[in-house]
């Protein structure tokens, strides 16, 4: 059983009479010798055999994102050539499968030609969510490259199936997803992008838990078919002294808004638990309670005259903080309101007083006079503002005689 593709053999089977070892005296031991003709015929046939994964033998199925693993394949030469044999190795859609290193030519020689050689296929990641697809696989010996004259060049084409599974779904990616830091005044920001391409626009909030504090400047993000994979910024800040109690921790709650998503593929029935939030933590500065008058000296104002400042608490406080305002000489100067009250969502507005100068009757010199902030017994704070030591903030101002 030689490996050549050479035909049927005929050889001749020699039979004869051993007269040396033959004692019989008949007449056998001068017998003429016999000739008897055999023909071999000729087993081999030129042809490629095809192994789907030789290492394990599964069917060819694997996924389209080459990450998660490729498809392979052997082949090899059923006979010894008389020369070289180029195999060509081509997908039938490149767009469901490629063949590795394509295009790929397999070449076989009188030495190797017993070797299997292998082939990769990978998938192609369209991120489309378009279930299984199938492919042919191309195995073809290459006319004009090969130099065989046993019968290569004659054999028509194999075909390798594939079955490219499908690894596309559905879904959101918020990066970064460790917390996000800043102090008061700053701000932080994430991207959102979506998964795969959807077949309508897509759209996702982000909601913060506590909005009156941490604002999104980009609450509503559309998505269509041409921007999906393109990041969009969405920036959370917090103005200065809105947090109290040391650092605070916001959840900004991203999902998609399914009434007013189009797509079909999937983008609707996505879970929000799927969808991971942001999560922003505000250093909060080193800002003690205290009162903020922006004008603590006011202008010189006459008997008939009045003049006004305004009031703002240095941090945000955890409940209402009363302020009575007083003058020192009610004589000289009167102020409206007597009483301010701040609370956590307020803190932050300025609130105006007025200083109305007093027309006294009498020939007076000018006269100064102190406006008081006091700190009222009915504060309900916690944060320090009860321990302020009257007066907490003082506005001076001179009345001038008109008389």
């Known amino acids: 059983d030689d490996q050549d ?5 005929s050889i001749d089977i020699a039979m004869k009479v051993n007269a040396e070892a033959t004692g019989d005296t008949t007449g056998y031991a001068q017998m003429q010798p016999l000739q008897v003709p055999v023909t071999v015929t000729d087993d081999e046939v030129p042809g490629v055999t095809i192994t789907p994964d030789p290492v394990s033998g599964d069917p060819i199925i694997f996924s389209e994102n080459p990450e998660k693993g490729k498809g392979r394949f052997a082949v090899v030469l059923n006979t010894q050539p008389s020369d070289n044999v180029v195999i060509a190795v081509n997908s039938s859609n490149t767009e469901v499968a490629t063949v590795d290193n394509s295009p790929l030519t397999l070449t076989f020689t009188t030495e190797n030609w017993a070797t299997p050689q292998s082939v990769f296929i990978s998938g192609v990641d369209n991120h489309i969510i378009d ?10 010996v290459n006319g004009d490259q090969t130099a065989d004259e046993t019968g290569y060049n004659a054999l028509p084409p194999s ?3 594939v079955t490219v599974t499908d690894d ?13 830091s800043f102090s008061e005044g700053g701000s932080g920001s994430f991207t959102v992008v979506l998964n795969t391409i959807p077949d309508g626009n897509v759209e996702i909030q982000a ?21 999906w994979n393109i990041p969009q910024k969405a920036t959370v800040s917090v103005e200065e002294g809105q947090i109290v109690g040391g650092d605070q921790t916001f959840n900004i709650a991203v999902f998609v808004n399914d009434e007013n998503t189009e797509d079909q593929t999937g983008y609707k029935e996505v879970d929000s638990a799927d969808v991971p939030s942001a999560f922003i933590t505000v250093a909060v500065k080193d800002i003690a309670p205290g009162l903020r008058v922006d004008k603590p000296n006011l202008e010189p104002l006459s008997e008939t005259a009045s003049g006004v400042f305004n009031v703002v608490l240095d941090s945000k406080p955890s409940g209402k903080v009363v302020i009575d305002v007083v003058s020192s000489s009610i004589d000289v100067a009167t102020v409206d309101p007597t009483q301010l009250t701040f609370t956590a969502e307020n803190y932050f507005m300025r609130q105006m007083v007025t200083v109305a100068g007093v027309d006294d009757a009498p020939a007076v010199e000018d006269r100064n006079v102190e406006i008081q902030l006091n700190i009222n017994a009915n504060t309900e704070d916690k ?3 009860k321990d302020l030591v009257a007066p907490a903030a003082v506005v001076t101002v001179t009345v ?3 008389d």
């Open 207 to 227: 909601l913060s838990n506590d909005p009156a504090v941490a604002v999104v400047d980009k609450p509503t993000l559309t998505f269509t078919a041409e921007t």
């Open 159 to 161: 075909t390798v199936l």
């Open 5 to 9: 593709v050479d035909g049927n053999q």
């Open 400 to 402: 001038l005689n008109d």
């Open 131 to 140: 279930g299984e697809m199938t492919a042919e696989i191309f195995v073809a």
């Open 383 to 385: 944060t320090g503002y």
């Open 168 to 180: 596309d779904q559905a879904g959101v990616t918020v990066k970064p997803t460790n917390p996000i």
